[in-house]
């Protein structure tokens, strides 16, 4: 994994920067995860492999600092890096949905509960990591098998 550094606590955007999904319906709010994401860095990282591109586009012209991209092409399009900026510049935190960064149920489509194997921003600006576990992760709607957990269930 690259290195990089987090900036300072601040709050997330209002929408998903990839879909433009609102919070209230996104699901998770996902910064990074092993295959797509973003981080800050002091110089500019680029590369990668044809499945998993890093490109780094300035945050800052007098400064070196980058806003560093990773994943598949078709998900960091060159307008979806442009809002990410824009939406840092502004002072908020861009994210992506648990949709966009594929933390769905397997039987009904709907946001897992914890976006598994992804860092991911609270409503308070709080960043926090969802391991992966050897568990099945509950599903959000209460429609769907999945919702409750095996615990819940017996």
């Not at 920067?17 to 919070?23: D, K, M, N």
């Not at 307008?79 to 939406?87: D, E, G, L, P, V």
Request: proline residues 5%; positive net charge.
């Amino acid at each position: 994994m690259i290195e990089c550094s987090k900036d300072k606590q601040i709050l997330p955007a209002s929408h998903c920067v990839i879909c433009g999904l609102p919070s209230y319906q996104s699901g998770n709010m996902i910064i990074e995860q092993k295959a797509r994401g973003f981080c800050f860095s002091r110089s500019s990282i680029k590369g990668g492999n044809k499945d998993k591109r890093y490109i780094s586009l300035h945050l800052n012209e007098s400064k070196s600092q980058y806003m560093v991209f990773w994943g598949e092409d078709s998900f960091w399009q060159e307008n979806a890096m442009h809002r990410a900026i824009k939406i840092y510049s502004s002072g908020k935190l861009p994210w992506f949905c648990s949709y966009c960064g594929k933390r769905v149920c397997s039987k009904c489509g709907c946001a897992l509960a914890s976006p598994v194997g992804s860092d991911f921003i609270s409503n308070t600006g709080f960043i926090v990591h969802s391991p992966l576990l050897g568990v099945q992760i509950p599903c959000t709607n209460p429609m769907c098998d999945n919702y409750k957990t095996q615990v819940e269930k017996k």
